[in-house]
């Protein structure tokens, strides 16, 4: 099973790379913030507007840094955060070279992966809701299915959504359609180890430290407020 994270903040891509050991490979959506709509989008233009575009007066000393891990998740506050449509970079410096350069690196993966996948893998999306409502997000994600087919009619994949609005130890598990699934915990970490140890469920389930039980909660209508909200629509 390939992971990949797919926002919408670095705690995604912390929890299945950093933390769980999950993944060696970066990505273009690992660390920034974005809506889903800023993926659809990226996927479905090949990344045409992902980039921040620098305006050449914008070049000060103050922003170089000795970056680590690819270029991936360096924290400073001199570092600027660049702001596009639906999305952000908080932790990139693009007036460095090699940034920009692991960044095209970065695509390139993604796309290849998206068009010649190692033979008899499942590719998992993973995306931490950050709007307002989670049906917000789930609506949107036959859009994103169909983004997947126009590359590859074929592709072995699930996507996963995960959200933090549940403050107790459990998880719920609930089956969207065929290949989407929401998740939610007071923990993102113990998610994607629930997922990687169970895989994708044909139930919807409540699962605590003894085991499943049925659930008919139909979260999906939850228009609670997600506890990961973030504005990100700069216009």
Known sequence: MIYIPIGGNCGTAL????????????????????????????????????????????SSESY???????????ISEDVKTY??????????????????????RRIERFNKLLLYPPENTEITFVRLIISK???????????????IFKINDS??????FICNTNNNDFI???????KCALIDSNNIDNIISFYDKFGFLQNDVVYDNEGFTTDSKQIIHNDTVN??????HIH
């Open 155 to 160: 592709l072995n994949y699930k996507l996963i």
């Open 133 to 147: 409502t989670i049906k917000e997000e789930i609506d949107q994600c036959q859009l994103f299915f169909d983004e």
């Open 83 to 104: 702001f596009l449509k639906n999305h952000s970079f908080w932790h990139h410096d693009f007036n460095d070279s090699n940034v920009k350069e692991a960044f095209h």
């Open 172 to 178: 719920t598990y609930t089956k969207i359609n065929d």
């Open 64 to 74: 170089k840094h000795n970056y680590v891990d690819d270029y991936d998740h360096f």
């Open 15 to 58: 929890s299945i790379r950093k933390k769980l050991k999950l993944s060696e490979i970066a990505l273009p959506f690992d660390y920034i913030r974005c809506n889903f709509a800023c993926i659809i989008e990226s996927i479905s233009s090949n990344f045409e507007h992902f980039l921040p575009i620098i305006d050449s007066k914008d």
């Open 227 to 232: 506890l990961c909200y973030m504005d990100i």
